[in-house]
């Protein structure tokens, strides 16, 4: 049990530091305040489960992650992405490595099978297109430089302002050199060829923008995030809440579900505590926000204060990200086999990402612009004994808010006929192009539910059903708005708008927020020998 629901929590009148969200962003800030300044953290969660989107759901003999598909470098127990988790989780979630072909594209008649390994990746690049050679090795050379570039990019939003002000243009400039340009323009830079271009940002999912419109930066964390392969979380994305739980109580802290934060209260420009939606006010000397920029200054602050802020103008011109469908589908049979497959499936009515994007928005009956068949089952070795004869699929389409327009001033559970007419005609085709992609598992399918961008608003608070928070488009980049730092003393940003999207993107958002909190390089502290970290730990700062 890693949660108490808030009507049964008997909570303190003030803690150090209140975390409102438990997505991974804000139990990781919550776990490394703990560990780091011995500081008792309450993390509250509106939902009633925590882990935001790592948490799971389910349904009589089945069970489904929400938002965790395939983490990246994890597998590589020397990667600086597996020493961040090792070190929130005090090493108790275990990774359960994909298959060296982790991720297949279908594009039409166009195929191509994604293995793990920059090197394997390069050669069946230059196989398939053996005129391409040139233009190959220039977008992996961009790739990495992005990456390498992205660490002072980074670390420039939590430096101290003198840094800042004397060097933060040059941390700054050699990632914003390709994040201010999008994905399409930057690999006009290597090759005009429709197919390689395609079969280079097939995974665009992945940040939920398409290349016309996706900064080149977000697209490269991206790719070299998965250059060396992908693994999974053993016990299913929910094992993640639960390896970090326990740092947070050990140091006095609870996670609180069913409790919704009304308001950030603020008192002299300083944020001093939250109220809660019953009226309840707890105090603390840091308040951290895991629900988003666009959210925190929304409809967290007061309009008065919020209308005051530069911050609130500046947010509103910054648009959020793609919202989804997902199918949640479960089946009879072996966890794993024939088409139940740990790798993922990523399929394409056609070349132009762009355009079946757009097609699709104007018209809910077009081709779905893309289909992400991730089988959960097939991926985590202890789902077979867990669930003895069963099997989970999940596939998952890019979809506007707008479609679901009507029903936005409807409530969870009541959106009325039209809407569950509507979603049954989703569910169908979805179950069509199921049918189509892996036959033999469609076959198989006993159960099928599917959420839509009101299930993510409802369940995450998310704007618009937002994926993945601010939309990575050049401009989220090049605002000075996204970080884990706010105008307000006392409040912080976690999770992906203090970093950028995706699980890790969300788990160093939670590294850079206790950075700025505390005024020390954690990440550079987990890298460091156990020895080491441990004499640099310090006490709880003085109030």
């Given at each position: 049990?890693?949660?108490?629901?808030?009507?049964?929590?008997?909570?303190?009148?003030?803690?150090?530091?209140?975390?409102?969200?438990?997505?991974?962003?804000?139990?990781?800030?919550?776990?490394?305040?703990?560990?780091?300044?011995?500081?008792?953290?309450?993390?509250?969660?509106?939902?009633?489960?925590?882990?935001?989107?790592?948490?799971?759901?389910?349904?009589?003999?089945?069970?489904?992650?929400?938002?965790?598909?395939?983490?990246?470098?994890?597998?590589?127990?020397?990667?600086?992405?597996?020493?961040?988790?090792?070190?929130?989780?005090?090493?108790?979630?275990?990774?359960?490595?994909?298959?060296?072909?982790?991720?297949?594209?279908?594009?039409?008649?166009?195929?191509?099978?994604?293995?793990?390994?920059?090197?394997?990746?390069?050669?069946?690049?230059?196989?398939?297109?053996?005129?391409?050679?040139?233009?190959?090795?220039?977008?992996?050379?961009?790739?990495?430089?992005?990456?390498?570039?992205?660490?002072?990019?980074?670390?420039?939003?939590?430096?101290?302002?003198?840094?800042?002000?004397?060097?933060?243009?040059?941390?700054?400039?050699?990632?914003?050199?390709?994040?201010?340009?999008?994905?399409?323009?930057?690999?006009?830079?290597?090759?005009?060829?429709?197919?390689?271009?395609?079969?280079?940002?097939?995974?665009?999912?992945?940040?939920?923008?398409?290349?016309?419109?996706?900064?080149?930066?977000?697209?490269?964390?991206?790719?070299?995030?998965?250059?060396?392969?992908?693994?999974?979380?053993?016990?299913?994305?929910?094992?993640?809440?639960?390896?970090?739980?326990?740092?947070?109580?050990?140091?006095?802290?609870?996670?609180?579900?069913?409790?919704?934060?009304?308001?950030?209260?603020?008192?002299?420009?300083?944020?001093?505590?939250?109220?809660?939606?019953?009226?309840?006010?707890?105090?603390?000397?840091?308040?951290?926000?895991?629900?988003?920029?666009?959210?925190?200054?929304?409809?967290?602050?007061?309009?008065?204060?919020?209308?005051?802020?530069?911050?609130?103008?500046?947010?509103?011109?910054?648009?959020?990200?793609?919202?989804?469908?997902?199918?949640?589908?479960?089946?009879?049979?072996?966890?794993?086999?024939?088409?139940?497959?740990?790798?993922?499936?990523?399929?394409?009515?056609?070349?132009?990402?762009?355009?079946?994007?757009?097609?699709?928005?104007?018209?809910?009956?077009?081709?779905?612009?893309?289909?992400?068949?991730?089988?959960?089952?097939?991926?985590?070795?202890?789902?077979?004994?867990?669930?003895?004869?069963?099997?989970?699929?999940?596939?998952?389409?890019?979809?506007?808010?707008?479609?679901?327009e009507p029903w936005a001033n409807s409530h969870w559970k009541r959106r009325g006929a039209s809407y569950d007419a509507f979603k049954a005609r989703l569910t169908e085709r979805l179950l069509g192009e199921f049918a189509l992609a892996a036959p033999e598992a469609s076959r198989r399918v006993a159960y099928?539910?599917?959420?839509?961008?009101?299930?993510?608003?409802?369940?995450?608070?998310?704007?618009?059903?937002?994926?993945?928070?601010?939309?990575?488009?050049?401009?989220?980049?090049?605002?000075?708005?996204?970080?884990?730092?706010?105008?307000?003393?006392?409040?912080?940003?976690?999770?992906?708008?203090?970093?950028?999207?995706?699980?890790?993107?969300?788990?160093?958002?939670?590294?850079?927020?206790?950075?700025?909190?505390?005024?020390?390089?954690?990440?550079?502290?987990?890298?460091?020998?156990?020895?080491?970290?441990?004499?640099?730990?310090?006490?709880?700062?003085?109030?």
């Amino acid at each position: 049990m890693i949660a108490t629901a808030y009507k049964h929590s008997t909570l303190a009148s003030e803690y150090d530091a209140i975390v409102i969200g438990s997505g991974i962003g804000g139990l990781s800030v919550a776990a490394l305040l703990a560990k780091h300044a011995a500081q008792r953290v309450l993390v509250l969660e509106r939902h009633y489960t925590a882990g935001g989107f790592t948490h799971v759901f389910a349904r009589p003999g089945f069970e489904w992650d929400v938002g965790v598909h395939y983490v990246g470098r994890v597998a590589d127990s020397r990667s600086r992405e597996r020493a961040a988790f090792d070190h929130v989780t005090e090493g108790r979630l275990r990774w359960q490595a994909l298959p060296e072909i982790f991720d297949r594209i279908r594009i039409g008649e166009l195929h191509f099978d994604v293995a793990a390994g920059t090197e394997r990746y390069r050669d069946d690049l230059r196989r398939q297109f053996p005129a391409e050679r040139k233009a190959i090795d220039g977008y992996l050379g961009a790739v990495h430089a992005v990456a390498r570039a992205s660490a002072l990019f980074w670390a420039e939003k939590v430096v101290p302002a003198a840094i800042e002000k004397l060097a933060g243009s040059a941390m700054r400039g050699p990632f914003l050199r390709y994040a201010r340009r999008t994905t399409a323009d930057v690999l006009s830079d290597f090759t005009t060829n429709r197919e390689l271009r395609a079969i280079l940002t097939a995974q665009w999912g992945n940040y939920g923008l398409a290349p016309g419109r996706s900064s080149f930066a977000m697209h490269a964390i991206i790719a070299h995030h998965y250059l060396e392969g992908a693994a999974y979380p053993a016990g299913g994305a929910a094992s993640i809440a639960a390896a970090i739980a326990p740092a947070i109580e050990r140091a006095g802290g609870a996670i609180v579900v069913a409790a919704e934060v009304a308001e950030i209260v603020i008192e002299r420009d300083r944020a001093v505590g939250v109220r809660i939606a019953d009226g309840r006010e707890i105090r603390a000397q840091t308040v951290i926000s895991d629900a988003g920029a666009a959210a925190t200054f929304g409809s967290l602050i007061a309009p008065a204060a919020a209308s005051r802020l530069r911050t609130t103008r500046l947010l509103q011109t910054l648009e959020p990200s793609m919202a989804h469908l997902c199918l949640y589908v479960g089946m009879t049979g072996p966890a794993c086999g024939g088409d139940v497959a740990a790798s993922n499936l990523w399929i394409h009515p056609g070349l132009d990402f762009d355009a079946n994007v757009a097609r699709s928005a104007a018209d809910p009956e077009a081709a779905f612009p893309l289909l992400f068949i991730s089988y959960p089952s097939a991926k985590d070795p202890t789902f077979a004994a867990r669930f003895p004869d069963r099997a989970t699929a999940e596939i998952v389409v890019p979809a506007p808010f707008g479609w679901f327009e009507p029903w936005a001033n409807s409530h969870w559970k009541r959106r009325g006929a039209s809407y569950d007419a509507f979603k049954a005609r989703l569910t169908e085709r979805l179950l069509g192009e199921f049918a189509l992609a892996a036959p033999e598992a469609s076959r198989r399918v006993a159960y099928a539910e599917l959420s839509t961008p009101l299930s993510t608003r409802h369940f995450a608070n998310a704007a618009r059903g937002a994926t993945y928070g601010t939309s990575a488009t050049p401009a989220r980049f090049l605002s000075r708005t996204i970080g884990p730092r706010t105008p307000i003393r006392g409040l912080f940003l976690t999770g992906t708008d203090a970093c950028s999207e995706g699980v890790t993107g969300a788990l160093f958002g939670g590294i850079l927020a206790a950075s700025a909190i505390l005024g020390r390089n954690l990440l550079g502290e987990m890298n460091r020998p156990a020895n080491a970290r441990a004499a640099a730990r310090t006490r709880r700062p003085p109030r």
